[in-house]
Structure formats: structure tokens, C-alpha cells
């Protein structure tokens, strides 16, 4: 069965600053996604970011990029230039290819933005 | 486009009652899926519906279900309802097809005294 693993329960950053945050999945497919989600307060989930296990360039949006290191199973988030708004759970999610629609979820890292 | 809409937002039952949350996904899309959110568990995938159909579904007992309509609305029933049924409760669409990407509604808080 798949898993994914978030080891950093709460994080901060300045704003302004970079901040990585860590995922690790485990998995025996060659095919699936990796999402980023963000959960604001207003418990609306947001997607952030996703990933193609079969593309090898990392994903960018805007302000937040990942790092995709397939055999090494880790799926990490970067934000830069932090904002306020940022401050969120987040949390990273896993998800077969093909019918299986079930995502497997980490258990979130709370990061707090830092005036 | 809109969103993914769910009704209700927030419900207050006792146990043993039982309760129909409703979920509109994004238009054109075709694949619904449930989650339950709580403290302890983290979320959870209940089931996912396409075009009618129970396509998936997670490690619930038979209390929990659903169902999906020809217009892709789709309603999820919990029935004689225990304090740990309280959750958030999140509606996810997906075209179902080639699209993976899950879009999720503002979620139903469930709470069970």
C-alpha cells in the first residue's frame, strides 16, 4: 500500500524568505501524481502544485516550485518570497494513475508566516 | 467555471441519527469523490462516484454511502451516526477522464453530540 510521510508537523518563515517543505511517498507503481495542497484556515482546500511521476522537470507555479527526486521517493516544496498568505496547512498527496482516484495524504505541515 | 459547492456547511446531529451531505462538482466534470478530515485520522478517502457509478472506494463500514445522479451531483449518507463520525467532510470533482487533478469543494463540518 502507498504512503505518504510528512516529518515536519510545523514550520515558519520570515516573510519575505524560502521555505522547503518535505514529503516522502513510498510506492512500487512507475506511474502517478504528487500534489501540494494548501489549507487555509477557511478549510477550503487549495491545490498549490502537481507533479507527473513520468515528467522529469520539476513543476513551477509562480512563487512555488518542487523538488520530484523519483528514486529517491521525496516530493519537496519550495515557497519563496513568503507571504502572509501563505500561512496554511499543507499537505502532500499521492495519487495512482489510471481509475483509482483514492489520494493517499500526508499529515500536513502547519507553517506559519512570520510579519 | 464554478467551483465545487457543498451543502450543507455545517451540521449539529446526535448519535444515532442519520445525515445527507450534498455535493455539486464543477461543470463538465463527471468524477466525484469523498473525503472525512479529523484531528486524529488526517483525511481519509471515503469513495468516488463517476457517471453514477461507485468506481472506488475506501475502508468504511457500511454506514457511510453514497450515491450520484445523471447530472454528476452526487450525495453521501451516513446513517446511525457515532460522536466519532465528526469530521470535516470534502467533496473533491475531477473530469474522470485524463484530467487527475481532484478540485475540492469548501467542505461540510459535521458534528455529533
Known amino acids: 500500500a502507498q504512503t505518504v510521510t510528512q516529518s515536519q508537523p510545523e514550520m515558519s518563515v520570515q516573510e519575505a524568505e524560502t521555505v522547503t517543505l518535505s514529503c516522502t511517498y513510498d510506492?512500487?507503481?512507475?506511474?502517478?501524481?504528487l500534489f501540494w495542497y494548501k489549507q487555509p484556515p477557511s478549510r477550503q482546500m487549495i491545490l498549490v502544485i502537481r507533479?507527473?511521476?513520468?515528467k522529469q522537470q520539476n513543476a513551477t507555479e509562480n512563487r512555488f516550485s518542487v523538488n520530484f527526486q523519483k528514486a529517491a521517493k521525496s516530493f519537496s516544496l519550495k515557497i519563496s518570497d513568503s507571504q502572509l498568505g501563505d500561512a496554511a496547512m499543507y499537505f502532500c498527496?499521492?495519487?495512482?494513475?489510471?481509475?483509482?482516484?483514492?489520494?493517499?495524504w500526508g499529515l500536513g505541515t502547519s507553517l506559519g508566516v512570520n510579519p | 467555471k464554478a467551483g465545487v459547492t457543498q451543502t450543507p456547511r455545517y451540521l449539529i446531529k446526535t448519535r444515532g441519527q442519520q445525515v445527507t451531505l450534498s455535493c455539486s462538482p464543477i461543470?463538465?466534470?463527471?468524477?466525484v469523490s469523498w473525503y472525512q478530515q479529523t484531528p486524529g485520522q488526517g483525511l481519509q478517502f471515503l469513495f468516488e462516484?463517476?457517471?453514477?457509478?461507485?468506481?472506488n472506494k475506501g475502508n468504511f463500514p457500511g454506514r457511510f454511502s453514497g450515491r450520484q445522479f445523471s447530472n454528476s451531483r452526487s450525495e453521501m449518507n451516513v446513517s446511525t451516526l457515532e460522536l466519532g463520525d465528526s469530521a470535516l467532510y470534502l467533496c473533491?470533482?475531477?473530469?474522470?477522464?485524463?484530467?487527475?487533478?481532484?478540485?475540492f469543494g469548501p467542505g461540510t463540518r459535521l458534528l455529533v453530540l
Open positions: 473533491a470533482s475531477s473530469s474522470g477522464l485524463t484530467q487527475e487533478t481532484q478540485y
Open positions: 461543470s463538465g466534470h463527471r468524477s
Open positions: 462516484y463517476f457517471s453514477e457509478t461507485q468506481r
Open positions: 510506492t512500487s507503481e512507475s506511474d502517478y501524481y
Open positions: 507533479q507527473e511521476a513520468y
Open positions: 498527496a499521492y495519487l495512482n494513475a489510471g481509475n483509482n482516484r483514492k489520494l493517499i
